[in-house]
């Protein structure tokens, strides 16, 4: 499943301050102070926020990787507070889209307030997601602007002793709590680790930070040497260290882990769910409901197959057919010319994007892609990863590239941003409005392909059912509690019996619960909108316009969007 690669979990850890008395300016300078306050919560965070914390009235913040508590995650008596702060702002005498950001910071600490007694129930160490192997590729791709930067990310490396040991602790206390997770996934994460410093003299950490060294302008070849030689020193010293203990800590947790099942397992763990699914997917509708669209759903994309296939029996031959476009470059540029009628046009001529490739050490634990988002101040530089392991070509690859570049994540970001997207909306976490998007644009993409229409639409039906079995599968597995056999004997009602795949598959949605939803209700949420928006404006109606609106509307759950597409004050 391909992702944007989420940089750690905004939580609202700042001292709000009041919102004066009717005065729209004064809702301006609260929502930019919760901004500053959370992107300052870590220097990860800060450094892929913003290129020119200054501008912003940031300095002299020391480098860390933030702090990581049970008891500080989520405190309820703090989201109350944010609350009741929030709540002093005038509504009504506000703008437009001061009332859509309002409601959307409402609705995201609302639904924190409503987690916040789950802290334990939550993994940093999650073999699909987790810290230990996000964690580098962080640091691998931070951006040295000036030297300050060089002197805070080897700071950092150097932190990385101290966050392990609060994500150990962390880890112990679930263990308490009967939370800790199944040794099946404990043994995936330590092999993680292991594979991460297996080759110390070839670790990622050293090789890219010498490239971006030898590159950087206004140093002497001295001073690169002592930068090399000090990076060297803090990854054997701190870094590997570091997960060695990891490994170590981890090892004598096994066996401490009660369910090797789904949440619902978990005492509370439905409800948990439940609340979780909001979040991931920006859909309030119930469980049951979105297990039913889901179904309905599956329906359709087989009906859909099979009646393409009774008008063409020769439809397969036409699939397999090579695509014209041989590398990701001719790819991107197909898409970017193909999608001029559908969606609005990137106004910034130098936007730009640079692809890279997963280093090897990190390819079983990462994605087969992923976008990582641009700075707020710099959307114009982007960055899309590509996972070698994953083996993507043809179509596949196309696809993929549309997902992460155009008209998907790196195409979403730029466009939210040249809408006037507000700092603190920028942060805060709909995968289903993100991630919806990439998949719905995924799914577009395969009419941009140059392939036979029939065949590109066998294909997206295709790829739009299989995705609905995870789905239906995560639901099943976390919320009507299904084993391993009831896993088969679902998958198996699809011609779908390999049971070394299927155990992967039970691992993957074990590990990362409701993360395939915010794929795939958030695909379903957009269409379901877009055919409201046709029935709506009938004869007004175009791909172009519905895109527009919906871009401009930004990160939001899908009531909330609802409520603001049609208000032409949304600017």
């Not at 690169?224 to 010293?237: L, P, R, W």
């Not at 096994?254 to 369910?259: E, I, M, R, V, Y």
């Not at 010319?337 to 969606?343: E, L, V």
């Not at 719905?440 to 590109?456: F, H, R, T």
Request: aromatic fraction near 12%; charge should be negative.
């Amino acid at each position: 499943m391909k992702k944007k690669l989420i940089l750690f979990c905004y939580a609202f850890s700042l001292i709000l301050v009041g919102c004066g008395n009717k005065v729209n300016t004064s809702f301006e300078d609260f929502t930019n102070n919760l901004f500053i306050q959370n992107i300052s919560d870590n220097t990860i965070n800060l450094h892929y926020s913003l290129c020119n914390p200054r501008q912003y009235g940031i300095s002299d913040m020391q480098p860390s990787l933030g702090d990581v508590s049970a008891s500080s995650k989520a405190s309820s008596d703090y989201l109350k507070q944010c609350i009741s702060q929030l709540e002093q702002c005038d509504h009504d005498s506000l703008s437009v889209s001061q009332k859509l950001d309002y409601d959307v910071i409402y609705d995201s600490i609302s639904t924190d307030l409503k987690l916040s007694g789950y802290a334990l129930y939550d993994d940093m160490l999650s073999p699909s997601n987790g810290t230990q192997s996000e964690l580098p590729v962080l640091l691998a791709e931070y951006d040295f602007r000036s030297p300050k930067d060089v002197d805070d990310y080897l700071l950092l490396l150097s932190d990385i002793p101290r966050y392990f040991d609060q994500i150990i602790s962390f880890e112990k206390e679930k263990s308490k709590a009967g939370l800790f997770m199944s040794d099946d996934l404990c043994n995936a994460v330590i092999e993680q680790c292991e594979d991460f410093i297996y080759h110390p003299s070839d670790n990622i950490l050293i090789k890219t930070f010498n490239k971006k060294i030898s590159g950087f302008d206004g140093m002497t070849s001295s001073e690169k040497d002592t930068y090399k030689s000090k990076n060297e020193k803090i990854v054997y010293n701190y870094v590997i260290p570091a997960y060695k203990k990891m490994i170590s800590e981890l090892t004598k947790l096994l066996g401490t882990g009660k369910n090797n099942l789904g949440l619902c397992y978990f005492k509370d763990g439905s409800d948990y769910y439940e609340k979780l699914v909001y979040r991931k997917t920006g859909c309030d509708d119930p469980i049951d409901k979105i297990y039913e669209a889901i179904e309905a759903r599956q329906h359709d994309d087989l009906a859909a197959c099979a009646m393409l296939l009774s008008q063409n029996p020769d439809l397969i031959s036409e699939c397999d057919k090579d695509l014209s476009m041989k590398d990701e470059d001719e790819m991107l540029l197909k898409l970017q010319s193909s999608i001029k009628d559908d969606f609005p046009s990137i106004d910034d001529t130098d936007v730009n994007h640079t692809l890279s490739y997963v280093d090897e050490s990190l390819q079983d634990s990462l994605a087969p892609a992923f976008y990582l988002t641009a700075p707020l101040d710099d959307y114009t530089n982007n960055k899309i990863y590509i996972n070698p392991s994953s083996k993507y070509d043809g179509l596949e690859l196309f696809t993929t590239l549309a997902h992460e570049g155009y008209p998907g994540h790196l195409y979403q970001t730029v466009k939210s941003y040249e809408y006037g997207l507000s700092p603190i909306r920028s942060i805060l976490n709909y995968g289903g409005y993100t991630e919806g998007w990439a998949t719905y644009v995924e799914m577009l993409s395969y009419a941009y392909a140059g392939i036979d229409p029939d065949a590109a639409r066998f294909l997206k039906c295709n790829k739009d059912f299989s995705l609905s079995l995870y789905a239906a599968s995560d639901i099943g597995i976390h919320y009507y509690g299904w084993d391993f056999n009831k896993l088969c004997d679902f998958w198996k009602d699809y011609g779908i019996t390999d049971v070394n795949a299927l155990k992967d598959v039970q691992r993957l949605i074990i590990s990362s619960p409701a993360n395939y939803l915010k794929y795939y209700v958030g695909y379903l949420q957009i269409e379901k909108l877009k055919d409201s928006q046709k029935e709506t404006l009938g004869g007004d109606y175009s791909d172009m316009k519905f895109h527009k609106a919906f871009l401009k509307i930004g990160p939001a759950p899908f009531h909330i969007i609802e409520k603001y597409i049609n208000n032409p004050g949304i600017s």
